[in-house]
């Protein structure tokens, strides 16, 4: 719902209600009175209304419990209802109309306290369906972002497919393996075929709302790593390290296999030196930190487009996935080579479940 219809909703509703209370006051045989009663009580709600939406926009910013929520809205909704019927009953005291057993400020109160319960009903009652549309609202958001999350998702998949395991690398496996065969190397060539094999078989399987563990993404990032230490030899050194606590986080699936065949295909394998290829996992508290660097950050120039194209991907699909409760850079210099880091927040499936 657009910010007009809401605010065309919100001032048509008091005004309904000060219509509703107007037609109350037909039957008493001193109408006028009784409506600028009404009329001071229903422009004070209106007002009141206001402060009642800034307590339930810092409520559900506090994620405070319900039961606690709904306790403070009741108590200070009744606040303001007396506050509300106060200033109707003064209204009708400055105009005259009162008798003179309550022309006094004091008895202009007591009326305001025995007349509170309804506007009180009326802003507790605004709190809730203003809670039921943020609600709804939020829960659209989430189905949204979900869907753009799952998109990307399969996007990513199929750029794998189109973009990361490209016939570049299907040739240089293929020809490492007829090599390895030329040699006599019957067991590398096995082992080269059942990891290219086992490989295209995790890229190729959907995975539950994008999500895998770490340790699934992990264990096809090293497929990946070792087809390349079989076709590099010693030009490739490779330090994997995850800590323990980690491993069951969920990440969006294939999050790591562009960072990592970027340091290994545009840093190292152009290399005649070759270079070392280092993943690091780690949690500190409620986030994730990883970090994928390569010795040699000098990439050739027709790698740079590729190389752009994995990592705005992998922004766009953090961003999707985690929205602002994420960070992610990547840089690189002659001295210390490439780094691309990011730090997600520490998810479980037990924990997105609950």
Known sequence: MGRPKAWLLHVGGWVAYGLVSALGALPYRRAYPVLLYFAGTTAAAFLASFVMLALCRRLAAGRLPWPKAMTVIVACSYVLGVVCSVSGAALEAAAGHVGPEASHWRAVALV???????????????????????HWREARLRERELLLAESLAREAELKALRYQITPHFLFNTLNGISTLVGEGDARSARRMIALLANFL?????????GDVTLAQELAQVQQYVEIEQIRLGRRLVVSIHCDPEARNALVPHLLLQPLVENA???GIAPSPEGGTLSLSVCRRGGMVEIAVRNSFSELPAQSASAGGL??????????ARYRDAYRFSASGDTRKGWLATMEIPHQTATELAT
């Open 201 to 209: 078989r995790a890229t190729l399987e959907p995975a539950r709302q």
């Open 310 to 319: 994995g990592l705005a991907n992998t922004a766009a699909r953090l961003a």
């Open 112 to 134: 305001g306290f025995a007349n509170a319960f309804s506007p009180a009903i009326m802003l507790v009652a605004w709190s809730a369906i203003y809670g039921a549309a943020q």
């Open 264 to 266: 290994v295909r545009h």
